[in-house]
């Protein structure tokens, strides 16, 4: 059975500002419940003992000291501008709140 | 749902005797580290736009972040002043939308593992009572860019045309403070909610993790409120005002959302939950967007860095080198220089409680560096409608008029005078008397001519004091002193005016 709807796909989509076709949500729908049902198989397995993996690598605590170093130009900053206006980019109005 | 206009509020005396308003206050503060949270570049107030980015911090592709680990303890002293747990390991999380301040479309921040958790803060209230605020968390973020709205009215958003974009701000290290419900403050929320939001800031200078500036938006409070009907009642519906930026703003904001949502709830309507905006100008709050899809940011954790696990030795170390808090420094200032209660908390509300210490530390006595830092200097700064500590003058410089007014080479008329050339610029007080020749006259020849110019020309006077009656000898000794431009002694004056008339 199905865990991942059509509209959940196209919400999510929605969100991440994906424009798909609704022959490729039918698709991704179906490819998106296998991954889950996968995942749910190997949460069957992992006990409590078993700490979740977000970074793969034993690392912690790796940091950088507080020290400037040469910044980008705000020419380069701006070279690839659509548009730009006193050194700033410039962009469409923006609809909602501030 | 029906629109209550902005303008139906309930007395707010009314409002909070029928309704109990419960907080949260969310407080961002921008620390003050000389280079941004994921990369180096250099952050300094003012810079010309987009000329403090690197490609970590416009999000260009491929770009990797690194820690900036002075932020780190930053926030972890942050945790500590306010009682938190310090995580044993904590990660950052990718908060995603899009908006075109956060270039990465993500914001990195933290989301179910703060650095910092579990704590609290007393926060005294200006009548000296102690109310206090429990922390659900500290954690680590970084800000956005700046947008400027341009057309439409005053940088308003509403009826722009288009935005700039300048990046310098974004990646600055944040660090989020957010509190628990804050419950049981009544009718003195409004009050609570300001003094908590000082608390901090002060909290912040102290540590020296941030210049804290509120005008710079260095701190920036959001401000969640709502109303039920009683302390056993469920929470209400709650609203959030934004980038709330002044002390006195978060007071107004508070107690204008209870007597609006008190209109609201009276009408027999419901609170709608949203993101409201705050108007210095009007004193109002109104609805920004309300949020469909908003609330939905997708977090996961952060791929790009690794985890943050502070060693017990590193935070051990961090506590021990915590500074003595503002509460505690306040008490300790108070019982040495010995001002009443009412004295102090007048020092601390003008923003004089460092003035003062400085002053002090210069070698005045308590009592005359509150002198003119409570009055000449606080009715100069209120006339010029600036905050005291922005006058141009230093602690020092007042130690130093103090000290010639202690060694008789001014008097209180003229140290006035040596304050205006300081303010103009002039130099320190010794150099503006030198220059201003404003020293008393303290040479008796030269005022003895004064003196006896002043007899001369009022010989009834003279005559009254020789039959035995001292009172109008203030005449001689006003004439004196005008002719010497105010720059004598004026006790000095009196001994010789009553020596020559043979008194």
């Not at chain 2, 680990?69 to 972890?76: C, K, L, Q, R």
């Not at chain 2, 959001?222 to 009683?230: A, H």
């Not at chain 2, 309507?269 to 009007?282: I, N, P």
């Not at chain 2, 899809?293 to 935070?315: N, Q």
Request: aromatic share 4%.
């Amino acid at each position: 059975m199905s865990t991942i709807s059509r509209d959940e796909v196209a919400r999510v989509a929605g969100l991440a500002r994906i424009d798909l076709r609704p022959d490729e949500v039918d698709r991704l729908a179906g490819e998106l419940d296998v991954i889950v049902e996968s995942i749910a198989r190997v949460s069957q397995v992992a006990t409590a003992d078993v700490p979740a993996t977000s970074h793969p690598i034993p690392l912690t605590n790796v940091f950088r000291d507080d020290v400037p170093q040469q910044a980008l130009s705000q020419q380069d900053v701006l070279a690839a501008a659509p548009e730009q206006e006193d050194g700033r980019f410039l962009v469409p109005q923006i609809l909602g709140e501030e | 749902m029906t629109a209550v206009p902005t303008t139906d509020l309930v007395a707010y005396d009314d409002a909070v005797r029928r309704y109990d308003p419960v907080l949260g206050i969310e407080v961002h503060v921008e620390l003050g580290t000389r280079t941004k949270m994921f990369c180096a570049a250099e952050v300094e107030f003012g810079a010309e736009p987009n000329t403090q980015t690197t490609p970590v911090s416009l999000g260009l592709p491929g770009a990797l972040p690194v820690v900036n680990g002075t932020a780190v303890e930053y926030a972890i002293r942050i945790g500590l002043a306010l009682n938190c747990q310090i995580a044993e390991s904590c990660r950052f999380a990718r908060k995603n939308y899009f908006y075109p301040d956060v270039p990465k479309n993500f914001q990195t921040s933290q989301y179910d593992e703060p650095i910092a958790y579990d704590g609290w803060i007393d926060v005294e209230l200006e009548d000296g009572e102690t109310f206090r605020v429990e922390i659900e968390r500290a954690h680590m973020e970084e800000d956005a860019g700046k947008n400027t709205h341009v057309g439409g009215t005053a940088g308003r958003i509403h009826g722009a045309e288009y935005s700039l974009v300048d990046y310098n701000r974004a990646g600055i290290p944040l660090v989020e403070i957010v509190t628990r419900p804050i419950e049981g403050a009544g009718e003195r929320a409004p009050e609570v909610a300001r003094a908590y939001v000082q608390t901090l800031r002060d909290i912040f200078r102290a540590l020296d993790v941030s210049e804290a500036r509120m005008e710079r938006g260095n701190v920036r409070a959001d401000v969640n409120v709502s109303l039920r009907t009683g302390p056993e009642a469920p929470l209400g519906t709650r609203t959030e005002t934004k980038n709330v930026n002044s002390f006195r703003s978060v007071e107004r904001t508070v107690r204008h959302e209870i007597s609006r949502q008190a209109a609201v709830l009276d009408a027999g309507d419901t609170v709608v939950q949203e993101t409201r905006h705050w108007h210095e100008d009007t004193g109002v709050t109104t609805p920004g967007r309300v949020k469909s899809d908003a609330e939905d940011y997708r977090y996961f954790p952060e791929p790009d860095l690794v985890p943050v696990a502070p060693s017990r030795d590193w935070v051990e170390e961090i506590r021990a080198g915590l500074p003595e808090m503002p509460a505690a420094r306040r008490r300790r200032l108070q019982g040495d220089w010995g001002y009443a209660d009412a004295e102090m908390r007048d020092v601390v509300n003008a923003g004089a409680l460092d003035l003062i210490e400085a002053t002090v530390a210069g070698g005045t006595t308590p009592a005359g560096a509150r002198k003119w830092w409570m009055g000449e200097l606080a009715r100069r700064a209120k006339q010029a409608d600036v905050p005291l500590e922005s006058m141009a003058v230093t602690p020092a410089q007042i130690a130093e008029l103090e000290q010639l007014i202690a060694g008789g080479k001014i008097n209180d008329k003229l140290a006035r005078q040596v304050l205006d050339g300081v303010l103009a610029g002039e130099g320190d007080p010794a150099a503006v008397v030198q220059s201003r020749g404003l020293e008393v006259v303290s040479d008796d020849g030269a005022l003895l001519t004064a003196i006896d110019e002043a007899l001369a020309a009022q010989p009834d006077v003279v005559a009254k004091v020789r039959g035995g009656n001292q009172g109008p000898v203030g005449a001689i000794i006003g004439a004196v002193m005008k002719a010497t431009k105010g720059q004598a002694d004026a006790k000095r004056v009196r001994e010789l005016v009553l020596e020559r008339i043979g008194q």
